[in-house]
């Protein structure tokens, strides 16, 4: 990547002894305050203000507590013009703002009505209620032959129209060219712009990773290169390189970014094969790119993006053809399954990045998308219309797109751009080492580091650093049940056989518990044992019991308890395993007589709220601690294996039963 220039104090003398005095306040400031925060001296701090308050991304990214002039980068341009890191388009209409693009054909028929004729319908209802680009599914429910009564009274010289054909992706693009050619033209005649390109979604070579249907790549860009030459420059696109395939697998931001460019660049090669010159290559790509419920780093993602294409653009001679043209979409594997609700909000912040970050296109996919079809409880037109809403909200009602690039300027997301764009680069020169995305994939290396990235994000997701709200932090174990184990399931709308969504193995827990309900009519139940006064111990309670719902065990809490107390308490729930819960002052003073009557009860594991060190010294100890920190879902399986195996050893008794459904 171009080297930046990074405006320090030294390069601003006029300003540089005021912000070295202003930084230098700030850092005293914030030592203090962390200082304090950990009863020690300034002195003892273990580093910097800082280096103490910056966090990590997945891409190993550091993010700064503070940013300043001293991070001022050079002006990246405008809109539309090289290097395209502030947008890829110079028309676009900060009226409409980005293409709210809407998806059609996953969902099943209603029975009601003919299916064709009630897609036309939905798409058109769509349309006049705040849709302004189409995305459609070929192949389910609308064949290559419906594609005329499909979009029928569409104008297509207006709206981005965008083809998701699998297998059947050659023959339903030649179809969809001819009913464009023989469509209604709008009543108003209309320059095409980048905001109305029809894809036809050809992506092969990510599919060839994410294992969906796709078309055969030569063919591919025979067609391609066909179109470019019959067809206004960028008006057609073919290819759509589909960064979902990787991001919904678990890739990091960086790696998916590297990916999609080193894919495109094969295209890139491959059509100028074929006999198109660079910028008539350039003109036949376009990109996919998951966004997610991260702000930030989906509006420096897109930015990266454009950023990085634009330099391959640069070196291979055709720098004015390198707008990398975006459809951000939100990214499936965020999505719960538990507390779907939470999608919204989900998809709100993915929309305003996208937005905010200059996406072209975006598709908000509905909340319940994670949910295979046939346990949904709302129906599919209500579905759509809150993803819909999602966007119009942001587009009509918080002007977000009234302004193109809102983020450029600030120091923290040109920062984080430039950052992103490196990582991204340095993927894409690996690849390239590899020799290219082919050799990489056929080597198994896309595969591993993609599997690197999974395992690191799962590792954070178990340990509660990554929270996912309704999933591992402030579960309903009361929420309907699903039905079956479908926690790992792939076979929803927009999923790939990689698919691995975060909260999936809480999720997986959470489906064991509910198959336990339905056969026994009680989920495994652990009870806790408080100690002391509700003000001492109910912090330790509430952890606990969040901490164990997210792993489908209910927390049977019969209030403050004294030694004496705890054997009525342990024969009323009849659970094999107990937590104490309490302060460390409290299990000093009351701990080891309470551990040792819950061991006379015949508790086979008794464990503790808190850090082990909070233990008093003495011979017996708890089992184990619930703490921050842990490997949640290490430690929730390891539970409820021992529960599963207590009650098949030990049947319950119908009175048992009873009390932990009233738990």
């Known amino acids: ?153 569409v104008f297509l010289d207006l709206v981005p129209l965008t083809l998701d054909a699998g297998t059947q992706g050659i023959e339903a693009a030649r179809a969809v060219l001819a009913v464009k050619q023989a469509g209604l033209a709008a009543p108003e005649a209309a320059t095409p712009t980048a905001a109305t390109t029809l894809s036809f979604g050809f992506s092969p070579l990510t599919a060839a990773f994410s294992g969906r249907p796709t078309v055969d790549t030569d063919a591919a860009t025979a067609l391609a290169a066909e179109v470019a030459g019959a067809t206004g420059a960028g008006s057609v696109r073919a290819f759509r390189v589909d960064g979902t395939d990787f991001a919904t697998a678990g890739a990091n931001d960086a790696l998916e970014l590297g990916l999609i460019v080193s894919a495109a660049l094969a295209h890139l090669r491959d059509l100028t094969a074929a006999g198109l010159d660079a910028a008539s290559a350039l003109g036949q790509i376009s990109f996919a790119v998951s966004v997610d419920d991260d702000q930030f780093a989906g509006i420096a993602k897109l930015r990266a993006l454009r950023r990085v294409w634009a330099r391959v653009a640069e070196v291979v001679g055709a720098p004015d053809a390198g707008a990398a043209l975006t459809h951000a979409v939100t990214d499936l594997s965020m999505y719960s399954q538990r507390d779907p609700w939470v ?112 395992a690191a994000r799962d590792v954070e997701v178990a340990h509660r650093r990554a929270s996912v709200t309704g999933v591992n932090e402030f579960p309903n174990l009361d929420e309907k049940p699903l039905r079956g184990s479908v926690a790992g399931a792939t076979d929803v709308v927009g999923a790939t056989p990689r698919l691995a969504r975060v909260g999936r193995a809480f999720e997986d827990l959470r489906d064991r518990s509910d198959a336990q309900l339905a056969a026994t009519g009680a989920r495994p139940q652990i009870l806790l044992l408080p100690l002391g006064s509700v003000a001492e111990h109910n912090g330790r309670t509430t952890f606990v019991a969040n901490l164990l719902a997210a792993g489908g065990i209910a927390a049977a809490n019969p209030g403050p308890l004294t030694a004496e107390e705890i054997a009525a308490a342990v024969a009323d729930t009849g659970s094999p395993i107990a937590v104490l819960c309490g302060t460390k002052a409290r299990y000093g003073t009351d701990g080891p007589a309470a551990l040792a ?32 920190g842990i490997d949640a879902v290490a430690t929730l399986t390891e539970l409820s294996d021992a529960l599963a195996a207590s009650d098949s050893a030990q049947p319950q008794t119908p009175g048992a039963q009873e009390r932990g459904e009233q738990a």
Request: charged share 25%.
């Open 343 to 454: 999608n919204m909000l989900r998809s709100t912040i993915a929309a305003f990045g996208a937005g905010v970050g200059g996406a072209d296109q975006v598709t908000v996919l509905a909340f319940d998308a994670a949910i295979p079809a046939e346990q949904r409880t709302s129906g599919a037109r209500f579905s759509r219309r809150i993803a819909r809403n999602t966007q119009l909200l942001l587009v009509e009602e918080s002007n977000i797109g009234r302004v193109l690039d809102p983020a450029g300027g600030s120091w923290f997301v040109e920062s984080l751009t430039d950052d992103l764009a490196a990582s991204a680069w340095s993927v894409f020169t690996d690849v390239e080492r590899q020799g290219g995305y082919r050799g990489a994939l056929a080597a198994g290396w896309i595969a591993d580091r993609i599997g690197e990235s999974l």
């Open 1 to 153: 990547m171009p080297e930046q220039t990074v405006h320090s104090a030294a390069s601003d003398p006029a300003g540089s002894a005021d912000l070295a005095d202003a930084y230098r306040s700030w850092s005293t400031a914030a030592a203090a305050v962390l200082a304090k925060s950990r009863r020690i001296e300034v002195d003892q701090l273990p580093d910097t203000p800082e280096a103490l308050l910056s966090t990590t991304t997945p891409e190993g990214l550091t993010v700064r507590p503070l940013y300043t002039r001293r991070d001022e980068t050079t002006e990246p341009g405008v809109p539309g013009r090289f290097p395209f890191v502030r947008g890829a388009d110079p028309a676009r209409d900060v009226l409409a703002g980005w293409r709210v693009t809407e998806r059609f054909g996953d969902d099943p028929a209603d029975g009601e009505q003919d299916p064709i004729e009630q897609i036309n319908g939905d798409i058109l209802d769509a349309m006049m209620n705040g849709a302004s680009g189409l995305w459609l599914e070929i192949g389910g429910t609308i064949g290559v032959d419906d594609l005329p009564a499909v979009l029928a009274n």
């Open 597 to 628: 009557a819950a061991r006379a009860a015949g508790l086979t594991r008794v464990l503790l709220a808190g850090p082990d060190k909070e233990w008093p010294d003495g011979d017996d100890r708890p089992d184990g601690s619930l703490r921050v």
